[in-house]
């Protein structure tokens, strides 16, 4: 018998992160510079030794599946242990894709009749933080609990009406669970990690499909019983971050720059695939001697001979003598040329800045873009394999769409807030 299996729910659409997720599932955005926001899960579950691991995707998959591939980065790909990527499918009696997390975990009920473990934990994979899964099994066990909530207090100015909101009594067992309320319930949320045990699961599952399709796993399976018999809350108290829109997301990155930075990575041993992009076999990163650069991180095949401040850079970024960026996010091999001036901006993979152009920064002279949440820093989105062409100007609350080729609008200048397709 296994202890525990593991599902990872990994590819739901996701609103709010604009053009980056226009061509894969949130989870699998680089974070960090060369990490993805998935290896937070997968790192928690190996270094907890739950090494039987599915990945429910459904939106946009590919990206992901490349990524985690056969699952040798987290010691996944042994004898003992596996990932095994679970995508929508059709089949005898089922002709129709996934209907929600619900459903997709009870098609996939194979998965966990094959290890037979004793516990089954349920997470997503779209959050960061450290977490020894452990010590909340161990608290499930303790409790004989049928499903365990993960939950964490939050301070009342990080609280979101996406969260699900928990009351408990003195003795753990919860008392009061609503996802996604109309209004703050209390300061105790579910970090969206849930713990059952196995049989528990199974017949839950099945009871519910008897009674018609589910679709979601919180709303349809588990707020109705989450006050009942056997239900319990384990608190967390280490640092997570739910990254809910492009703004948390930017600011998640941000926070890798502070002097003594809540997300560690290193310290946390979150590992990634280091074949991805052939980042193993990159050069370290490079500084000119007329470079000049302040509170950053760079990833390795950087190549910066411009000015860089307050910045997060994924491998292979080129920032050319001359050029200028600041407080941005900038992925995987993109280039930035002379002159070009960059600033609270988030670029996708493999973007050229040609030569004196200026993207985001200044004043918002448009209402709210439409395709992307408000932020403080007012950020700009540039979309992956663009082109933004010689001294072109873009306002800051704008976004590029993907492959978007700007080369031809030398020098036009575009308003803020608008949507460049």
Known sequence: MTETVAFILAGGNVGGYGVLTHNRTKAALPFAGHYRIVDFALSNLSNSQITSVGVITQYLP???????????????????SMVKIMPPFVGIGQTTWFRGTSDAI?????????????????????????????????????????????????????????????????????????EKPKEFLSDFISMGIYIFKKDFLINLLYERAESGPTQNLVFDVIEPIASGPGVFAYEFKGYWEYLETVQSYYEANMELLKNDPPIKPGEWEIATNMEDRALASRPPKYFCCNAQVKDSLISPGGDIAGKLVRSVLSPGV???????????????DCLIKK????????????????????????????????????????????GKGAVIGEKVKIACNSQVYPNKDLSAFEGTEFPSGINIK
Not at 62 to 80: M, V
Not at 136 to 144: R, T, V
Not at 358 to 372: A, C, F, L
């Open 339 to 382: 002159g070009a001036r960059l600033k609270n901006l988030i670029a996708d993979k493999n973007v050229v800045f040609e030569r004196d152009c200026m993207v985001g920064g200044g004043r918002v002279k448009k209402g709210k873009n439409p395709e992307i949440p408000p932020s403080t820093k007012k950020l700009t989105i540039v």
């Open 318 to 332: 080129i920032i050319e003598q001359g050029a200028i960026v600041e407080d941005s996010i900038i992925m995987h």
């Open 62 to 80: 590919a990206s992901l599946i490349e990524h985690i591939g056969g699952g040798d980065a987290w010691d996944l790909h042994r004898s003992s």
């Open 106 to 178: 009870f098609r996939n009920l194979n998965f966990v009749h094959d290890q037979d473990p004793q516990d089954v934990i349920i997470l997503s994979g779209e959050h960061i933080y450290h977490m020894n899964y452990k010590h909340a099994i161990e608290f499930h066990h303790a409790h004989n609990a049928n499903l365990t909530i993960v939950g964490k207090r939050m301070p009342r100015e990080c609280l979101s009406l996406r969260f699900g909101y928990l009351k408990e009594d003195k003795k753990h067992r919860v008392t009061f669970f609503k």
